[in-house]
């Protein structure tokens, strides 16, 4: 297990995450749903925690992210903080919750403000600039996400990979500098192919990060229960196995189901012991207590 560096890490700001564009400094973000995974990827090093809405399907079961509120995206948000106390953490606005200007700006402070949220990301490039505007004028730092938005997947007729026309990739382009136009401070794409990304990003002042995506952006980005085997319902293209927990899980589980029911747990190491005088004087008083 990788030693508890967290004494020693520093958290990340906007400034140093917005010049790693000139830097050159890869950023490495992890979507996580909870404390324990926030810590493991605090102690890992993980540069951004994102609190992404995709736990509405890793964490609660959900065919999408659809089903994702700001009050489970909120309470998720603040287990993160705990978890990862000296990491930058990024909150995810669920669907729905940023379709007008007055809205967005209630749900985004309830991330900064309720679970001491360092960002906030919404999706949308040209047609959510208005929003994503006034959430930067409002002093929240504020990312985007484009390509394959889940919360508009039901009008790409399911998860597609986007962008694989001209046409297509320029709208994805024209998004882009709507999104650094709007002033943020950073830009996600997912499901882009990896040269019309590349060149995007390198038209961009802004980083940005992928998520199948290539190796052409600023940044990678992967889910924690993707990348460790913790989600195995399905397995995204883009995601690679670092460790399959889920195997390691059950084994424990199936070793412990075994033990309890041939009698081998728990054992004296197990188990806590009592004074023998004590013991002696309890069976004293219970064999009284039997013979009223």
């Not at 953490?89 to 360092?118: H, I």
Request: hydrophobic share 40%.
């Amino acid at each position: 297990m990788p030693k508890d560096n967290g004494s020693e890490k520093k958290k990340r700001t906007i400034t140093e995450i917005r010049d790693s564009k000139h830097t050159g400094e890869k950023m490495v973000y992890s979507s996580v749903p909870d404390y324990t995974s926030a810590r493991w990827a605090e102690m890992a090093g993980v540069d951004v925690c994102v609190v992404g809405d995709s736990l509405a399907m890793v964490a609660h079961g959900h065919a999408s992210t659809i089903p994702a509120t700001m009050d489970m995206m909120v309470m998720h948000a603040q287990a993160v903080r705990r978890g990862a106390p000296k990491t930058f953490v990024l909150g995810c606005m669920p669907y729905q919750s940023y379709n007008t200007v007055d809205r967005a700006l209630t749900n985004a402070t309830r991330f900064m403000q309720d679970a001491d949220c360092d960002a906030v990301k919404p999706q949308g490039g040209k047609s959510q600039a208005h929003i994503l505007q006034a959430l930067v004028d409002a002093g929240i730092p504020t990312a985007s996400h484009i390509g394959l938005t889940p919360h508009t997947v039901a009008m790409f007729g399911g998860f597609k990979i986007q962008g694989r026309t001209a046409e297509a990739a320029m709208k994805i382009l024209e998004d882009a500098f709507a999104i650094q136009d709007a002033g943020c401070f950073m830009l996600e794409f997912e499901a882009v192919p990896a040269p019309i990304a590349k060149v995007i990003s390198e038209q961009l002042e802004i980083p940005t990060i992928g998520i199948g995506a290539g190796a052409g952006t600023d940044g990678q980005i992967l889910l924690s229960y993707d990348l460790l085997g913790v989600f195995t319902d399905f397995k995204p293209k883009f995601t690679k196995r670092y460790a399959n927990l889920t195997e390691v899980a059950v084994k424990g589980l199936s070793d412990y189901v075994r033990e309890v029911k041939e009698g081998s747990f728990p054992d004296d190491d197990h188990s806590y012991g009592v004074n023998e005088a004590e013991y002696e004087k309890f069976l004293a008083l219970v064999e009284k207590r039997q013979q009223h």
